[in-house]
């Protein structure tokens, strides 16, 4: 969906931004871009949408140059989501929520019907929340509405530039936890930036670490945080790396042992849980064991214990390089 061929990105007084980047984004994948300020994550999304101009190399977007794009055209094609979230002080939610829409040219009652629905898509009640203006909103709900708003026209594509980074922690992961279940409806192809690895971690299907200017690593989290590719990303990912990787790591049949004829345990997690939340659970419980049950039945499928734990890193750990 989004493919970066040989692209760099060099200032007029010599300042080279990004050098070389070639990667590719497939469709309804949700790719992290991590690293320290000033290393050319931003600037790598905003050449997506043209806000900056690469020096060479070709991106492509569902196969077309961007280059050969009407800048305007290929922006109202692109949601775009970022921290301060810009949404205009003197429109009601609903109405921020249905400018692309009617700059397309489709008709204010649809436009409006359609931010209706988004804003209940992502927890805002249109009743309650569609006629107040974003400063009669929090800092998460603000954040909601810019999603809503980048949806509306619905794009294929999704830059998210620290979409969460205004927000305190706790909101903060909330509105994580919040969007990773919207992606699993609308399933968009997204480019996200972020400092923050923790969130790069627990958002992104892969992640890109970035040096300066350059990508150290593009794998999974899981592959990322297991098998540093360099020095540099061992160094950014941190000691602590190997608990990480319990966040990145999910509960699987493979893991677990049968249960006992009637047994029914003091504590379950779904099937595809974190391991960090089953460790979490089976730390709390005296019998050192805990159930797995089905997502979608309830039934108990498993009990999982310590040695299973054990066997789910060993399993997701990446091969040796």
């Given at each position: ?170 909101v903060r992961e909330r509105l ?110 005296d019998a050192g064991r805990i ?31």
């Amino acid at each position: 969906m989004i493919r970066f061929e040989h692209v760099t990105k060099r200032y007029p007084d010599g300042t080279t931004a990004v050098e070389d980047l070639s990667f590719e984004v497939a469709e309804g994948e949700l790719v992290t871009l991590v690293g320290p300020s000033g290393c050319g994550k931003t600037t790598t999304m905003k050449m997506v949408n043209r806000l900056i101009e690469p020096t060479s190399g070709r991106i492509l977007l569902n196969g077309e140059d961007v280059s050969a794009a009407d800048p305007v055209e290929l922006r109202r094609r692109i949601g775009y989501v970022i921290q301060q979230v810009g949404l205009f002080p003197h429109k009601t939610v609903l109405e921020n929520t249905a400018t692309v829409p009617q700059l397309t040219g489709t008709p204010k009652a649809k436009a409006r019907a359609r931010a209706a629905e988004l804003l209940e898509l992502v927890g805002l009640d249109p009743a309650v929340f569609g006629s107040r203006y974003p400063e009669q909103l929090s800092g998460g709900q603000r954040q909601r509405v810019g999603v809503a708003r980048a949806l509306a026209a619905d794009p294929p594509v999704l830059l998210m530039d620290e979409p969460f980074g205004a927000v305190d922690p706790v909101v903060r992961e909330r509105l994580q936890n919040e969007f990773l279940a919207l992606q699993k409806t609308v399933r968009k192809t997204i480019l996200l930036v972020t400092h923050d690895l923790e969130e790069a971690v627990r958002l992104g299907d892969r992640i890109a670490v970035y040096g300066e200017g350059t990508i150290e690593q593009f794998a999974r989290p899981a592959a990322v945080l297991g098998a540093p590719a360099t020095d540099y990303v061992a160094s950014f990912v941190g000691a602590d790396r190997g608990l990480k990787r319990l966040a990145v790591t999910p509960v699987g049949e493979a893991d677990l042992t049968a249960a006992a004829d009637g047994e029914e345990p003091a504590a379950t997690v779904a099937l595809g849980a974190s391991l960090r939340e089953a460790l979490a659970a089976l730390l709390q419980q005296d019998a050192g064991r805990i159930g797995v049950t089905d997502p979608d039945s309830g039934a108990l499928v498993g009990v999982l214990t310590p040695e299973g734990v054990h066997r789910a890193l060993r399993r997701a750990e990446p091969p040796a390089a």
